[in-house]
């Protein structure tokens, strides 16, 4: 019986392994930057599965990787996926193993001699973390629409490269096109990058939705001078307005409470050195919330403070939006069958929400969405020690085998 089927968890974490040696680090984690010689690896490896896998292989125009495997019907298709670039420091379950389970799930359906009524595809999304451009989300982003091609070909990364011309180098800028995906529904599993799970001794998270992202820039310019003969009230320190504004982050967290959180990620003094008032700090907030309303309170909060603030040192203010996503729900009825899914394979499960960013949140925009959540030994993730238990890893792509099952059929 179909619903029978489980996932062979040793050829998943295989899967995982050989994965993460494409831009493997000394420490065990992996470096694999998007449009970088070690994603060109990573993904020559997965699109090689997808292929050994009889799935047929599109790539688009931003370098997204799309394997279908065909129904026994013509239509748009049930899709599972996510992202394998990583953070510099990365690991090697955050992302992959979304891309992989999907693999395994259709390999475990072909062993099975089982052809669904609705086509399944897997996908692997670029740029997901943002770690090399801007914003994060990039790859699904232009996907759905919500990016125009265009501007994303044209973004340059930290490292000064222009995203478009990355994608012809690596091979991966393709002719499939982007802005409006036919997808019937759409199921990530992921690590939750987060304590809750293993804390509380649960196997399955339900996720309810993805807490909206607001990133912002700033760049604070006062005066260098001699930090021995300046008097203070005679100061324009941009290091110290950008120390009060991380300060003011988190007790702005703290007041506004709930699922607030504010993180000052990023900080750099010039001329950064011992002896001399800074004359300009470069810094980066990030805010998140599940509620909206709440979101923009907190920013227009840091917004007062940073003016007002730096108006009363003498310091200048120049401030860029790096990223702005509004909270996102998934699919109800999916976020339950999720969770009756679990219960039916005698998998503790909890409800919950994403506090990270994911590729399903902008797939939301144009099908049913949900996402499936495994636990992150420690909580940790974006290091090179993040761990998920290979029976978590396999419990989870179990789920996601039976839910994309039954909405393919």
Known sequence: MRHNLRVNGARLMSRLERLAAAGARADGGVDRLALTDADREGRDLVAGWMRALGLEVGIDAIGNVVGLRRGLEEGAPVMMGSHIDTVRTGGRYDGALGV????????????????????????????????????DMFGSLVFTGALPLEKALATVGVDGAVAGEELRRIGYAGSAPVGKPDVHAYVELHVEQGPTLEAEGFTIGAVEGVQGISWTELTLTGQSNHAG??????RRDAGYVAA??????????????????ATVGALTLSPNLVNVVAE??????????????????????????????????????ERRTLARFDPVAFAKPLVARVEAIAREFEFSVKRLPSG??????????????????????????????????????????????????????
């Open 244 to 261: 009060e504004i991380a300060a003011f982050a988190r007790r702005l967290a703290r007041e506004i409470g709930g699922n607030q959180v």
């Open 356 to 409: 990270a960013g994911h590729d399903a949140q902008m797939l939301a925009a144009v099908c049913p969405t949900c996402m499936i959540f495994v636990p992150s030994a420690g909580g940790i993730s974006h290091n090179v020690e993040e761990y998920t238990a290979p029976d978590h890893c396999a419990a989870g792509a179990d789920v996601l085998l039976r839910l994309v099952t039954e909405l393919a059929e």
């Open 229 to 234: 003969t300046t008097p203070m009230r005679m």
């Open 280 to 317: 300009r700090a470069v810094m980066t907030v990030d805010l998140r919330n599940t509620d909206n309303a709440q979101l923009i309170e907190a920013e227009r909060r840091l917004a007062a403070f940073v003016s007002e603030t730096a108006a009363a040192e003498g310091v200048t203010v």
């Open 100 to 135: 992989l389970a999907g693999l395994e799930v259709v390999e475990t359906l072909a062993e099975a001699g089982v052809v669904t009524r609705r086509p399944l595809a897997v996908a692997f999304f670029t740029n997901e973390e943002g770690a090399r451009f801007q914003p």
